[in-house]
């Protein structure tokens, strides 16, 4: 049974850092691209970063890129989002997601090319 478990989501004020976590299990992690989606209330879940199987490559979307860093640990079967600098706008439901080489050719911003998903963490950012 596969699962992806996030954590370390909670409330902070704006200009604060979180560390967000996933653990999975039940795959073989280190052949799976890992990625942070997050869902804001009344919109659409939204790509946030991706990191290659071998962390060789790494790409964020453009409203955190200086502030977020994704990583893994292929030994531990773990990948995290370091967020600094916080902003209201990125209070949002953070799920990390799995996605195989099956579906590459759909690309590493589109939902349904991940096969796996965690049950999300939220995190808020007060002003």
């Known amino acids: 049974q596969v699962q992806l478990v996030e954590s370390g989501g909670g409330l902070v004020q704006a200009g604060d850092s979180l560390r967000l976590s996933c653990a999975a299990s039940?795959?073989?992690?280190?052949?799976?691209?890992m990625a942070w989606f997050r869902q804001a209330p009344g919109k659409e879940r939204e790509f946030v970063a991706t990191v290659s199987w071998s962390s060789g490559s790494t790409y964020y979307t453009d409203s955190v890129k200086g502030r977020f860093t994704i990583s893994r640990d292929n030994a531990k079967n773990t990948v995290s989002l370091q967020m600094n600098s916080l902003k209201p706008e990125d209070t949002a439901v953070y799920y990390c997601?799995?996605?195989?080489?099956?579906?590459?050719?759909?690309?590493?911003?589109?939902?349904?090319?991940?096969?796996?998903w965690g049950q999300g963490t939220q995190v808020t950012v007060s002003s």
């Open positions: 997601a799995a996605q195989s080489s099956k579906t590459y050719y759909l690309g590493f911003r589109n939902l349904r090319g991940y096969e796996y």
């Open positions: 039940g795959i073989t992690f280190s052949r799976y691209t």
